[in-house]
């Protein structure tokens, strides 16, 4: 109930109600209130023998501390938890050349739509999921994001090839009020396009492991090593911070091509 009156998103409300159910039931014969630091991390301790990622035991702390801080009202109860340290990766990114591969691989105009608009505007599959009909600005050619990551509005560019296919996709599957639909209207669903980009990629043949995310990524590097300035680029991604936008420069090939190698 908190979490939905602080407007988290759903997947997070659902993330954070997950972890803390896994932590009461492993100490059900106890009383909340009677749980301490040293509970806590013994049982932070299990989810690490089990070789979890940092980022699962970093939500796992964030569900706790939410309930008891958040929900029980007391602040600063567990501040001095120790959190792992952040794990730092680089993000996967594709060449242009391997996106189009997939776009034509595509099976129908739909599927390709949908391929075609989360590389072209660097959306989060959620706000794909989430777009509407009216979203789509042809005049501007601008696609507005409503309600993304943090409850912000923005704005991310509209391609010309890509409102082209979305005509043909409006003529042949006439969406009525979201711009994907599911079989019996409403929102298409979030495992509906991972599968549909992930098969897409099998069949262009690609290497990596290709994700919605992936395609995102590679359209925030593609920008950057074509010249667009890091903080245009953050404004179409809806990051809060540059610091987020910054990790795009350690694989953008734009970063090295000045740099001369000692062997040549």
Sequence with gaps: MKLELKRYANSTVRTYVSFFEMFINHYKDKELN???????????????????????????????KFYYEVVLGMPNRFYEIERPRKEYKLPTIISKEEVLSIIGSANNIKHKCIIELLYSTGLRRSEL?????????????????????????????????????????????????????????????????LKIVKEAALKAKIKQSVTPHVLRHSFATHLLESGVDLRQIQVLLGHGSSKTTEIYTHVATNTFKNIKNPLD
């Excluded at 979890?52 to 796992?60: D, E, G, H, K, P």
């Excluded at 600005?137 to 993304?148: E, N």
């Excluded at 923005?154 to 599911?182: A, C, I, M, N």
């Excluded at 209207?185 to 979030?190: K, L, M, P, V």
Aim: glycine residues 6%; charged residues 30%.
């Design 34 to 64: 009677a749980i301490n630091e040293s509970d806590i991390r013994a049982f932070l301790q299990k989810l690490v023998h089990r070789n979890v990622s940092n980022s699962y035991l970093n939500q796992c702390i964030n569900a706790i």
């Design 129 to 193: 999921l989430n777009l509407k009909l009216e979203d789509v600005d042809s005049k501007r050619m601008l696609i507005r994001v409503q309600g993304s990551k943090g409850n912000k509005d923005r704005h991310t560019l509209l391609s010309q090839t890509v409102l082209e296919d979305l005509r043909l996709y409006f003529r042949e599957w006439k969406p009525r009020e979201y711009l994907f639909e599911g079989q019996r209207g409403g929102r298409y669903s979030a495992q509906s396009v």
